[in-house]
């Protein structure tokens, strides 16, 4: 009763077997090797957070902030995003609202668990989308921790986050203030979204390169107020192992992202194929050699949450556009290594769902076109949809403020929401042979009993309350 009564936002527990910890990474941008074009000079690192599993023990250190500092900037930021009027965020970033005080509930800067001597943890890379953060989605990230999954959560500087700080020599900081765009479609929007993208793609680059530096031993420097832990030897950064993920805006990076990587040194065969390829300027080229050609596959598993696809759609990226996600290639059917969820909110809106369809395609141009049906199919990507939720509820924004999610946006059951895509994201990585430990079901919430096999929730036909699937073809 006094929980309910208690008026700071706070997250329930994870409901993995194992503990969690946290920590706060920014690397500077010249510790990092890379040949890629850079698109924006100002941008001296990289910031994410990591979420991972953690020795058990009885002294919690449940002091990490979810909302970042300087919290006076971070809340005048939300409220701008929000469009408040400047008075209104002003007088919020001045006085303790309660949201100052809500922390995670992972131990802070906590050593990695050991895995064994030749153990190595699987690794998801999430891209934000618009307004979010490095922390905004840490219930799914440190749920999936919990079970086993080492979940790295970068911070864009491309001014999609509300706000942005990066550490500088000498104490100083430079800020990244949000960018407000219109919405519509139009050539200069695009552009303008393209310029976001080239930022994002190569920052996903760079902080797979120093995940990997950090993997074989390397000692990068951290300006993070943090004494984050040691990962040396213990991630499996080994070919298609790790899971790329992103919500909207960053649903979309992930997409482009994969494709840019894995389609860059494909040739047009057709004239039409030859046409759009010739206008197609590349908004991020891996570097000759680089890892990611090695760990991008079409077993590379990809997580697509309310994917934004208005991005995808300039002249830029028209050609990679009409290209398959990796899954599709090589011998016999394509791989059950893609999941997308929808919340109702995308679901409902005809273009998003139809575009969502289109790039879950073989052949996403021919898809738009037609709109239509051409079957069914048993392999492939996999799309469901969860009704009575809003975009917001595949954030942490759904948990936090279950009340006014529920009030203005009408979404139900926020906790159960995210449960649910965690356990799709689970069996999605099982069924792939990367193993993760099982997570408590919600009517054994207070018990022992976990799911260690959940097949029901990936099948087309499944029968679980506030999970639909939608076919593709």
Sequence with gaps: MFSSLNPVPSFPRYRGPLS???????????????????????????????????????????????????????VQAYCDFLNAPPK??????????????????????????SKGSSGRWPVLIFSHGLGGSCNAYSHLLGSLASCGVVCIAPEHRDQSAP??????????????????MSHDPSPEVLSQRNEQLRVRLWELELLYTALSNLNNGENLRNLADTTAPSVSRKLDLGPSKVAWAGHS???????????????????????????????????????????LEEQITPQSPIV????????????????????????????????NNVLAIMSEQFYNWTTILERMKAVLSKNPAEQERSRGSSGTKSHGPRLFYSP?????????????????????????????????????IL??????????????????????????????ILAEHGNIQGWVPVPID
Excluded at 37 to 47: E, F, R
């Design 20 to 74: 969690v910890g946290t920590s706060e990474y920014e690397i500077p941008i010249s510790d990092i090797s890379s040949t890629s074009k850079v698109p924006d000079h100002t941008i001296s690192t990289i910031k994410f957070r990591i979420f991972y599993p953690t020795p058990s023990t009885q002294d919690e250190d449940f002091s990490a902030s979810w909302l970042p500092e300087p919290q006076k900037e971070w």
């Design 88 to 113: 209104i965020a002003s007088f919020f970033s001045h006085i303790p609202i309660p949201l100052k005080y809500t922390t995670l509930p992972a131990n802070r800067d906590a050593s990695l668990l």
């Design 163 to 180: 706000v942005s700080l990066i550490r500088q020599g000498g104490g100083s900081t430079k800020v990244v203030r949000y960018k407000k």
């Design 249 to 291: 805006f960053g649903a979309a990076t992930v997409v482009q992202f994969v494709k840019s990587v894995f389609w860059h040194q494909a040739v047009p065969k057709t004239a039409s194929e030859r046409r759009s390829r010739s206008m197609f300027q590349s908004l991020y080229t891996p570097a000759k050699n680089s890892p």
């Design 304 to 335: 697509l949450l309310d994917l934004w696809t208005m991005p995808l759609g300039g002249d830029e990226t028209l050609w990679l556009w009409g290209k398959p996600l990796p899954c599709y290639t090589g011998d016999g059917q394509p791989k």
């Design 388 to 424: 009575n939720t809003a975009h917001l509820s595949q954030s942490d924004f759904g948990v936090l403020f279950p009340w006014a999610t529920k009030k203005w946006l009408r979404a139900e059951e926020p906790e159960r929401t995210l449960l649910l895509n965690t356990r799709a």
């Design 427 to 456: 069996q999605l990585l099982r069924e792939n042979q990367i193993s993760v430990a099982g997570i408590k079901m919600e009517e054994n919430a207070e018990g022992d009993e976990v799911t260690l096999n959940d097949e029901l």
